[in-house]
């Protein structure tokens, strides 16, 4: 099998933020700095984001909380131990957080690749190239406990979620039934005051209208009293004139049959002259009757078609409206 290093052409470096150019085949300490370190494993999510909540779980929280689980186990444990616990995930910054499973599938080459880096990083921070079973056994056994610690919070926090979730539950539809026993009293109280308006401003209208059927029926009244007073006046000062005529006109013919007859005056004597004057009298006055009751039937019906004219936009205007 040929190894990577035969193979010149072949890329096994990475440049990391800080300017580094790290070889993952044959890492040197000189190129490994803590700033690189810390920055990728806040970038590394543990069990590859298979975790609940709204952010990923990181290789750097997993270390943090493996290194306080030690403390509390061994409150006096040694600095320089704490630091092991802390780097013990440490070469996941640059192969990121396999799970077991395909650590297993890929074998002794990943292993080995995941060995050089821990030793080079162990090296840049004053560690032993290799740790001692002592210690990695109580890393392990504290690496075990923070997953389980891990587990024990994921399941209180989901059991706290899933209360917080029925009380949201509980409260959205108390809510709900509270806004709708509101909304049914809003539209209740609405209804009612829209109902109040209407009933006035119905009040308002009928007594505007009934306001403005009175005003209008009195200037009516105030019109065609006045019209007929003018009418019965005109008429009289109309029945003034044709009197006058009349007689005038009577008057003339009377003139004339007298003096047709003065001739017969002499022959027929005083009461002949005497009988034809009243016969003529008579029957002037039969004339002037007759043009008397004429010119009153006349005003009669003058009167009745003004009345009639007159009533009539009085009785439109007095309606009720919904008539």
């Not at 990923?56 to 943090?64: E, G």
């Not at 290799?130 to 392990?140: D, F, G, N, T």
């Not at 610690?149 to 539809?173: G, K, Q, S, Y």
Request: aromatic share 4%; net charge neutral; no cysteine.
């Amino acid at each position: 099998m040929t190894s990577r290093r035969s193979q010149p052409d072949t890329r096994a470096w990475q440049r990391m933020l800080s300017g580094r150019r790290l070889d993952l085949l044959d890492p040197s300490p000189l190129d490994i700095e803590i700033e690189d370190i810390a920055h990728g494993l806040a970038r590394v999510a543990r069990w590859n984001g298979q975790t609940s909540g709204a952010h990923i779980f990181s290789v750097a929280q997993h270390t943090l909380l493996v290194e306080a689980v030690l403390r509390q186990e061994m409150p006096r444990v040694d600095a320089r131990f704490r630091l092991a616990a802390l780097l013990h995930d440490a070469p996941e910054y640059v192969i990121g957080d396999m799970i077991s499973p395909f650590k297993a599938v890929l074998g002794g080459d990943y292993k080995a690749v995941e060995r050089r880096l821990l030793a080079a990083i162990h090296i840049r921070f004053g560690l032993p190239r290799v740790l001692s079973a002592e210690i990695e056994r109580q890393i392990k056994e504290s690496n075990d406990a923070a997953a389980s610690e891990l587990e024990t919070h994921a399941a209180e926090r989901r059991r706290a979620l899933h209360e917080v979730a029925d009380r949201l539950r509980n409260r959205e539809r108390t809510l709900a039934e509270q806004i709708e026993r509101e909304l049914a009293e809003s539209v209740r109280k609405v209804s009612e005051s829209f109902g109040d308006v209407e009933r006035r401003l119905v009040d308002q209208v009928e007594k505007s209208v009934a306001r403005e059927a009175a005003r209008l029926t009195e200037e009516a009244a105030i019109e065609f009293n006045t019209a007929i007073r003018t009418t019965r006046e005109e008429a009289a000062r109309r029945l003034s004139r044709e009197l006058d005529r009349a007689i005038e006109s009577f008057s003339r013919q009377a003139e004339r049959l007298l003096g047709e007859r003065l001739a017969e005056i002499g022959q027929s004597g005083g009461g002949q002259i005497e009988r034809r004057l009243q016969n003529v009298i008579g029957e002037l006055e039969r004339r002037q009757e007759e043009f008397i009751t004429q010119l009153e039937r006349r005003m009669a019906q003058a009167e009745t078609r003004i009345r009639q004219r007159m009533e009539s936009p009085a009785g439109v205007s007095g309606r009720h409206p919904d008539e």
